[in-house]
């Protein structure tokens, strides 16, 4: 198979996969009880109202004439209206305001995670060992031994609300305010970037000792290559590819893993949204999100197995 | 020398293991035994006692409805480490299977597999596990069915890309010349070569599962009171933290050193299950 | 009996306070898209709450709505400090022995896009709510209004089918969704768009709002009350994690909360940086027993339940003491409806509760699931009932948390045994009682009907004299114990959080917020 054919093939497999996915969460959606009229109404809500509502919206008609409207809409690029976030926001706006600022968290905590991870991960499986490797293997396993909405608290206590260096609360939009975004994310990305680092340094080092015992490693130290070559092209490159894809394994958890800390610092993300409207059954909004996340992940999914195949190219047959 | 002296000798000797296996043991031992032998329930209420703060008696305090927060930490631990571990296992099963076979395999299968695997990894882990929550309700078996599937794509995929890179090694080919079954090769040959990753992954992953339960629980979702769990007890902290800090905070600090002892663990696992680094260690 | 009272236009309480406008010069997220408006910023976060749906006040049913609502309209009527009811859109008003009302009002207020508010107004956003067509949710507020006939520009008179007490109260600037709006901008922007960018006669106009994350008021040149609102602007950030808001208030990152979670309240009192405001609140918190299900079909079951639990123990462990244990629907700051003599089948007896087991068909081990939603309070209301109940009865009552909208809708459909409910700022008897107890009520999920009960209620309604429509409460709350549809459990405080820097901030009974602003001022 060509490579263009192959890559048509995956992007239909993309496309499929968001198609079946979007399905599913519908019609596990509807699956469950309850009603998005009664968080727009409120819980004491007088029945006509609900009923209106219900009309409104649809909502009264059988499931899959609803699951069609939508998709026919959807297919038109239009993601329609929330039922109960502010009287009918349009969705596309929403996770076109949202996802900059999930992105940009995510970003930001995926960039501390790599620099600290690269470091630890490099400096352990060198001085295995040895006194470097204990400290570095320590602190990897201690960030990742606190549970993120943990650390949170800690660090809010600590670094907000204690020295009084970072803002206890809040979270400016980078759109807004880049040097406000990179300051008041601060302490919401250490607290999502900390067990992340740990688990890519542990990945990180554990390939890299796997890796430095390798036949290819013994015949090539053999050749009488320099060690500084044999690390970087032999060991180092390849080490990458279990590194680069567990990165990739992280996508999904900066996306919506993070909801608890979006609500610790107040930061609109998309997770967020969506965990709020699965709450709500405010079912296009959560169409909308998943849609966005099957298209980001799957996305990502396919770059990573890009680089992957780039870093080792037997993978390209 | 038999096999298990040897396996003993190196975990003693493996200093990281061992300091994993001893908190281990500890926790253990306190989540079965020393739970029994708390002289307080975790589940009855003392309202003459409510939010007391640490002390001898009680040495993580009271919580707002005057029980003993070691006892509960420890009952809780027992449900908390229940049921990540089973959500682990089973979505480590499950998912290491289907990576090596869809990598094995290759064509449709693969794909079929893959497009599956996908489909739940694309979805974060606690949208899925809320699903899930809405849908069929809370209970620990949900929210073990919840982990299971938050971390099986995360196997199916470790698996199998690391089998693709194991599949076209000399060794590999050469079992398959000597016309060994599908079953063999991938028991025999390939999982012992790819096992590390996925067991670094499974310690982490029974550690993570402690943290997504205690997150389901932030959000008010996953297991039924009276039950404890390290979550649930956490949760019920941070809503009167100014008054009793020690319910939160020491709560937290004893599921870091728990997931400390996991992670050493799986790690001084790691060394010891890679054949490479074991030859080398007993050669 | 005709009254009529005069409202004068520099209320002593709402000039209170320091009258310097300073901008403030306080670093924080909320300040960035902050405009060059005259005037400080106020930043008063909506703790607790994440969701506003409309600003339309004829479709606002949720507390965070009414939050911003206050601040951005009136009603004909309003609360004093003393909860009393005063004019306020009104000059003056008076009651017809037929329960008609006359409002005469002020001939200078101004919308916010500068047009007048004339008795037109006040016919179109009343018949508006009584539109089938519009579907308002709070239609059955104004449902006895037969007519509504705007006089001259600044009479309006109000007749109803037959005298409806509560009507009054249903016209003031509360939780109640009669807020006058402009007949021509309503008319011209269509209900959706009104609801997404409202125009009020308030202290305050929207200036932006951000779904889930903020609302930004800014001051209004048109308001007509002199002087105020003495701020040029407020910024409310909607904080869903109430621990949240007290971390975004001990870090200077707001300047006011609207709740604060119940167990901090002590610990905050001894700061000097912050001030707690705290009163008894309008709210009631009880669990509904269906009736359609055993156990609970068993009125010696229901007794035994309410006289097997210590209600001041709850208060204590949930509320942290920040209430008060009730035994009836009403809550104690409706002093006029409330009946302070507590009730022996809402007192703990452990005795008698042992002997209604004894009468009632179900024996210990009964089991029964009590559902409730999330962590929080709810949670720990049915934990810590099941648990005293369970210990004084040997029941084997289980709580069942599952999320919240799945409870609403399980309610509505009868499909619980027992579940935790209330609801809070409401400020009329009636809507405690009528439609939880009502056979036909819409909030009466546990199908409770008692129809000697209902003609009460339906008399209460009726009667104008305040004294003896109490009378009527009072009776009515009486003999619904007996029946013990409902197990009363407690009226929680209500609390804000304020920085010491902000003056002029009245608390009221029913949670009020946004009416407030206007008195507000920042050192």
Redesign the interface.
Known sequence: MSRAAAISWRFL?IA??VL??AF??FM??K?????PA????????????V???HQRYHLDAPVLEQFWLWFVAALGGDFGR?L??????SISG?IA?RLPNTIFIGLYALILGVIVSLAMGTIAALRRGRVADTVA?SIA??G???????LS??L??AF??GV?WF??????SPG??LS?ALY?GFLPAVAISA?MA??FA??LR??L??LA??EFVTVARSFGFAEVFIFLHFVFRNAL??YV?VIG?QV??L???V??IE????I?GV?S????A????DYPVVEA??IT??VI??GV?FLVDLA?TFL?P??AN | MPLWRRRLGALVRNRTALAGAVIMAVLLAGITLGAELMPYSAVDMDFANILSPPSWAHPLGTDSFGRDVLTRVLYGGRISLLISFAGVLIAAAAGTLTGMASAYHGGLTDAALMRFSDLLFAFPSFVLALFLMVVLGFGVQNVILAIALVYFPIFARLARNTTLLIKEEPFVQAARLMGQGTLRILFREILPNIAAPLVVQASVGVAFGIVIEAGLSFLGLGVQPPIPSLGVIMADGREYFQRGPWVLTLTGLVISIALLGLNLLGDGLRDLTDPRLRRQAEL | MAKRRRNGLSRRSLLKGASALAMTSLAGPWLVGRAGAVGATLRAGITGYDVINTLDPGKATLIPEYYVIWAIFNGLLKFDEKMEIVPDLAESYKVEPDGSLEFKLHANVKFHDGSAMTSEDVKFTLERLLDDKFASPNRSKVSAIDQVTAVDPTTVRIKTKEPFAPLLTFLTNARTGTQILPKGAVEQMGAEAFGRKPIGTGAFMVKEWTAKERVALEASPHYFYQGLPKLGAVEMPLIPEESSGVTALLGNQIDLTSTAPFADVPELEKRTDIRVFRQAGLNTRFIALNHRKPPFDDVHFRRAVSLAFDREAMVKVVLFGEGVSSHGLIPPSLKFAYDPKPRELTTFNAARAKEELAKSKYKAGTEAAILTWGAGWWKRVAEVWTAQVNQTLGTVLRVEVTEANTVYARQRAGDFQGSVWGWLGFVDPDEYLYDVLYSKGYRNFQGYSNPKLDDLLVKARQELDRGKRGQLYKEAEAMMIEDMPIVPCFCSNVHNLASTKVSGFVQLPYSNYGDTFQSISIA
Do not use: K
């Not at chain 1, 803002?167 to 400016?172: A, E, I």
């Not at chain 1, 949204?273 to 709020?276: A, E, G, Q, Y």
């Open positions: 497999g499929l996969t079946v996915g599913a969460v596990v959606m699956a469950a009880p309850g009603d009664l968080v727009v109404l409120g819980e004491q809500a007088p029945p006509e109202a009923a209106a509502f929330s109960t976030i502010a009287g009918g926001t929403l305001a293997t396993v201690l990742i031994s606190m549970p993120d909405f943990w608290y800690v809010v206590f907000a609300l009084g803002p206890s609360y809040g979270f400016v807004q305010s406000g008041s067990p740990a688990v542990r990945t554990a390939a000792l796997e015992h390798r590819i279990p894809t394994l999904r958890y996306l919506g893993g909801v608890v609500r610790i610092f107040g609109a997770g949204l969506m965990v709020d699965a709450f709500g059954r999100c998943a996340f099957l992940v799957l999914n992957c080792d037997r993978r």
